[in-house]
């Protein structure tokens, strides 16, 4: 499976994003999807995650009532909406796909794919 994140850019700070992660190869609906994001000098931490039906859905608690999570399976494509943001939220955004971890205690080495990131910056 390949994942292709995109949407973000450089927004003021309240504004919102729509990030977008297109899968090809695989079955797109045999994994569970996740969002994750690395600001400069932090590690790599958990955004949000949607089950492989789309109906449940986790947060990170920096993100909950801000950003929304949701997938299209027949269009093999997840997306992360995200709205009032804040400096705080500046980071690379990845899409991650993963065969057997939801909900919001992702192990980052169970892993099965990665995007290649997508640069988020909100300026104050």
């Known amino acids: 499976v390949q994942l292709q994140a995109s949407g973000g850019g450089l927004v003021q700070a309240g504004g919102s994003l729509r990030l977008s992660c297109a899968a090809s190869?695989?079955?797109?609906?045999?994994?569970?999807m996740g969002w994750f994001r690395q600001a400069p000098g932090k590690e790599r931490e958990f955004v949000s995650s949607i089950s492989w039906s789309g109906g449940s859905t986790y947060y990170g608690d920096s993100v909950k009532g801000r950003f929304a999570v949701s997938r299209d399976n027949a269009k093999k494509a997840v997306a992360l909406q995200t709205n009032s943001l804040k400096p705080e939220d500046t980071a690379i955004y990845f899409c991650a796909a993963s065969r057997d971890q939801w909900g919001s205690r992702w192990s980052q080495g169970r892993v099965n794919y990665w995007g290649q990131g997508t640069q988020v910056t909100v300026s104050s």
């Open positions: 190869g695989g079955t797109f609906s045999d994994y569970v």
